[in-house]
């Protein structure tokens, strides 16, 4: 089971375990009435899901900035490119790009093995440079359901073509909004992580890859650590 889905499910789990159906209730797709640990079981669920598949997915930032994901099962690989830099990480490779003083360099380490998908990697790199990520985004929404004090209220959009879940949540004195789309990705997040201001946006979404995004930039410098064959 991968890493990050089995740490989404023991979230959703918990909450589920923690909180009785009887709290703040919302409406699902098919206007059957969820709890609030339902709610957040269903939004991170539906995240996991996503976690295994192929898609792309374009976002707008504050300040007119973008950042984008892509990923797919076959071949196994996933990238998230940010305004200073990028990430991608497959079978063959970690390769770290970043951008300064108009010059991107881009530095190729070995692959990284481990249990989970090559997005956990990625997600752990974009969080590092204030980004927002799906599992980020749960983990807000789990530690906010299991606040008996917090209120969690569900509505419904249409971000980029695509319907979408939004739960506004409120609790002790933060408070911020969330949308995931019926295919698992984020659609959206205002609010605060890691003590900092984040706002994000979905502005485009395929479920097709084009090989590009698993690419260096063109320009880039290169330097290759992975060890030579002889």
């Known amino acids: 089971m991968p890493a990050a889905s089995t740490t989404l499910r023991v979230l959703a789990a918990s909450a589920i375990v923690s909180l009785s159906v009887t709290g703040c209730q919302a409406l699902d797709d098919t ?6 640990a339902d709610l957040v079981n269903d939004l991170a669920a539906r995240m996991d899901r996503a976690l295994e598949q192929t898609w792309a997915a374009e976002y707008q930032l504050s300040g007119g900035r973008t950042a984008s994901i892509a990923q797919t099962e076959e071949p196994l690989r996933s990238s998230y490119t ?3 830099g990028k ?11 970043a951008n300064a003083a108009g010059r991107t360099s881009c530095t190729v380490s070995p692959p990284l093995l481990t249990a989970g998908k090559p997005s956990v990697i990625v997600y752990d790199e974009a969080r590092k440079h204030g980004l927002v990520t799906p599992p980020a985004v749960i983990r807000l929404l789990t530690a906010a359901a299991l606040d008996p004090e917090a209120t969690i209220e569900q509505s419904d959009t249409t971000l980029a073509g695509h319907h979408a ?3 506004d949540v409120t609790g002790a004195g933060d ?5 995931v789309t019926t295919e698992g990705v984020l659609g959206s997040f205002t609010g605060t992580l890691d003590g900092k201001p984040a706002e994000v946006t979905l502005s485009r979404y395929t479920d097709t890859v084009e090989s590009a995004a698993f690419e260096v930039p063109a320009g880039a410098g290169v330097v290759d650590r992975r060890p030579t064959t002889s």
């Open 82 to 84: 940010w305004p200073d």
């Open 175 to 179: 408070r911020f909004n969330a949308c």
């Open 31 to 36: 206007g059957v009435a969820l709890g609030r």
């Open 87 to 97: 990430i991608t990480v497959t079978q063959e490779a970690v390769t770290r790009c």
């Open 165 to 167: 879940t939004c739960v």
